[in-house]
C-alpha cells in the first residue's frame, strides 16, 4: 500500500517562499521536488531542483531562452550534480559580505577602505559611504564578479 511508503508529515513548501529559501528546504530534507501549498494546505503544484536551476539559469542569461538547437553550437566539458548547482543558491550572505569587504580592501586606497560599508541580504550587495567615482567603479566591476552576487546596488557617494 502506498500508506506504508510515504512519510507524513509530507515535507512542503508554501507557495511565497523565495526561491532561495526554496533551495534550502529542498537541500534540507535531501529531496529533489517537493509540493507547493497555499495557505489552506491545498496543493497548487510541485517545484524541483530542476525548477530551480532553469530559473538561475535564466535569469543569469540576461536575455529570453533559445531554441535548443543553439546548444548544440556550445562546447560543455565535465558533469556537475544538480544539488552541487543548488549550493549556490544557498551560499551564506555572510560569505558573500566577507568576499565583498575583502574585495574593498584589495581596491580601495587604505584612506578610503574606512568610508564604505558592505551590507549583503539574498545575494544583493549594497554598497554605502563615499569614494572617488573611478575607484567606485573598478570596486562595483569586481564585486559583480564575485560568485552568487546577484546584484549590487551602488549607494556610494562622489569623495575626495
Not at 27 to 41: F, H, I, K, R, S
Not at 66 to 93: K, M, N
Request: charged content about 30%.
Amino acid at each position: 500500500m502506498v500508506r506504508e511508503v510515504m512519510d507524513v508529515p509530507a515535507a512542503h513548501i508554501r507557495a511565497e517562499l523565495p526561491y532561495r529559501d526554496i533551495a534550502r528546504v529542498l537541500a534540507g530534507e535531501q529531496a529533489g521536488a517537493l509540493p507547493v501549498v497555499e495557505a489552506e494546505d491545498q496543493v497548487v503544484g510541485v517545484v524541483s531542483e530542476s525548477d530551480l536551476l532553469a530559473k538561475v539559469a535564466f535569469e543569469a542569461s540576461g536575455h529570453r531562452p533559445r531554441p535548443i538547437g543553439r546548444l548544440r553550437e556550445r562546447r560543455l566539458h565535465g558533469v556537475v550534480r544538480r544539488d552541487s548547482l543548488l549550493q549556490a543558491l544557498i551560499r551564506d550572505d555572510a560569505g558573500i559580505r566577507a568576499e565583498a569587504e575583502a574585495t574593498v580592501e584589495a581596491t580601495c586606497p587604505p584612506a578610503g577602505r574606512d568610508a564604505v560599508q558592505v551590507a549583503v541580504h539574498d545575494g544583493i550587495v549594497e554598497l554605502t559611504g563615499r569614494m572617488p567615482t573611478a575607484t567606485a567603479r573598478l570596486l562595483l566591476a569586481e564585486i559583480e564578479r564575485i560568485a552568487d552576487v546577484i546584484e549590487v546596488k551602488n549607494l556610494l557617494g562622489p569623495g575626495t
